[in-house]
T-cell receptor, first 111, second 114 residues
Framework: ELKVEQNPLFLSMQEGKNYTIYCNYSTTSDRLYWYRQDPGKSLESLFVLLSNGAVKQEGRLMASLDTKARLSTLHITAAVHDLSATYFCAGGQGGSEKLVFGKGTKLTVNP | DTAVSQTPKYLVTQMGNDKSIKCEQNLGHDTMYWYKQDSKKFLKIMFSYNNKELIINETVPNRFSPKSPDKAHLNLHINSLELGDSAVYFC?????????????FGPGTRLTVL
């Protein structure tokens, strides 16, 4: 069964700095998702990664997928306070509709 | 607005009561889901329906019963509520035809069992 692990679970960083959130998964996953959740809010889809080497960027966030290493990363460039949120990665397998979520990374960007 | 909507947003009730949460999506999606997010923010799938047919039924107490009257609606009925049922319940939907089922989430229902 697919297991998804994120690290770190908590990340406090200063504005202007760069950092990476890691998402490892246990077995073959043919799609990987990143979501953002603000406190008390719903989950917002950020990226869908479907193939080895896929890289997607939106603003200060860039996500990548290495299916051989079973690893996805979410890279934050020059963080700003507005990026403070919890970020989840989730993996899917084969023909199943099921997504397995990581535990989330709570990101706090300090001025 | 095109979206996934849930009612109610907040639900406070006593142990032992029965309650329902409703979900509707007007995105034209075929597949709908219920997730539970616990106090540690861990998100776990409970059920999924595709065009009114149950396709995912995770290990969930049988006090929880989903119902999909049509492909735009998925309701969740909970019998004999327990303290441990307190959580945020999210409904989601996805288009099946894309092959990668990107899921779109509703605003959540915060259930508090006293």
């Amino acid at each position: 069964e697919l297991k998804v692990e994120q690290n770190p679970l908590f990340l406090s960083m200063q504005e202007g700095k760069n950092y990476t959130i890691y998402c490892n998964y246990s077995t073959t996953s043919d799609r990987l998702y990143w979501y953002r959740q603000d406190p008390g809010k719903s989950l917002e889809s950020l990226f869908v990664l479907l193939s080895n080497g896929a890289v997607k960027q939106e603003g200060r966030l860039m996500a990548s997928l290495d299916t051989k290493a079973r690893l996805s990363t979410l890279h934050i460039t020059a963080a700003v306070h507005d990026l403070s949120a919890t970020y989840f990665c989730a993996g899917g397998q084969g023909g199943s509709e099921k997504l397995v979520f990581g535990k989330g990374t709570k990101l706090t960007v300090n001025p | 607005d095109t979206a996934v909507s849930q009612t109610p947003k907040y639900l406070v009730t006593q142990m032992g009561n029965d309650k329902s949460i409703k979900c509707e999506q007007n995105l034209g999606h075929d597949t709908m889901y219920w997730y539970k997010q616990d106090s540690k923010k861990f998100l776990k799938i409970m059920f999924s329906y595709n065009n009114k047919e149950l396709i995912i039924n995770e290990t969930v107490p049988n006090r929880f019963s989903p119902k999909s009257p049509d492909k735009a609606h998925l309701n969740l009925h909970i019998n004999s509520l327990e303290l441990g049922d307190s959580a945020v319940y999210f409904c989601a939907s996805s288009p099946r035809d894309r092959g990668y089922n990107e899921q779109f989430f509703g605003p959540g229902t915060r259930l508090t069992v006293l």
